[in-house]
């Protein structure tokens, strides 16, 4: 009966350490991804910036090789 009483509590006893080490791998993995979220968020709004600034630029070229051509258009006309 002492047997089955002590192979209980060594039982529980691996139970709550397993419960335990879950938990605190848990929270390091919510804090990991967290962090990721973080650096996706942040490249994503670097990259929205890099796209913004292209599209200004193509549309100032646009304008820009426009203007050259009207003046060609005037020049040798």
Not at 16 to 30: D, M, V
Not at 39 to 45: G, H, N, Q, S
Not at 57 to 73: V, Y
């Amino acid at each position: 009966m002492e047997a089955v009483i002590a192979a209980f509590i060594a039982a529980a006893a691996s139970i709550a350490c397993q419960l335990i080490i879950a938990r605190s791998g848990a929270k390091e993995n919510k804090k990991s991804q967290e962090a990721t979220e973080r650096l996706i968020i942040y490249r994503i709004d670097r990259l929205e910036q890099t796209v913004s600034e292209h599209n200004a630029l193509i549309s100032r070229m646009a304008a820009a090789e426009q203007k050259i051509t009207d003046m060609e258009r005037e020049r040798y006309s």
